[in-house]
């Protein structure tokens, strides 16, 4: 089923994505946890990742980078702020064109499986307002869109 729901605030300046699967918590846990199941599905399709270090823990560094169709490299990164797994992590997310984002990620039994709840809090209302109009809602929905084919594929 993926993705369910997208919600923005501006008064909070944060937009909630909400999606859920027919899995494991300890299998959607994976999905951040191992790096090569993190690639397959952190990029949008067009714009697949590449991770480089993946250092999972409180204090660590998770870096990458995507490769868009004509082949051009855009870094990223993660300062990775708390780590609970199966429950979820919280991050800064970032690269050279955008300001940090604190990026909270709860995941939790459902009755159907498992739900992901993954909260982005922007900088500011300007912020939230630019990225949001250069496709940060729609790049996060397509590549969490991903994600029931990397589980199938196990």
């Given at each position: ?130 990225l949001i109009g ?21």
């Open positions: 089923m993926t993705v369910t729901s997208v919600h923005k605030d501006p008064e909070t300046r944060t937009m909630t994505l909400t999606a859920e699967f027919t899995a494991t918590v300890a299998g959607v846990w994976q999905l951040w946890a191992d790096p090569r199941r993190l690639e397959r599905w952190w990029g949008p399709p067009t714009h697949p990742a590449t991770v480089v270090e993946h250092d999972l823990r409180a204090g660590g560094t998770v870096s990458y980078y995507v490769t868009s169709p004509d082949g051009e490299k855009s870094p990223g990164w993660w300062r990775v702020l708390a780590v609970t797994p199966p429950a979820g992590l919280e991050f800064e997310l970032g690269d050279p064109g955008i300001p940090a984002l604190l990026v909270r990620v709860r995941i939790t039994a459902h009755a159907a499986g498992t739900r992901m709840v993954i909260v982005t809090t922007f900088p500011t209302g300007a912020a939230m307002e630019q250069l496709g940060f809602e729609q790049g996060l929905a397509t590549a969490v869109g991903q994600i029931d084919a990397v589980l199938a594929a196990g």
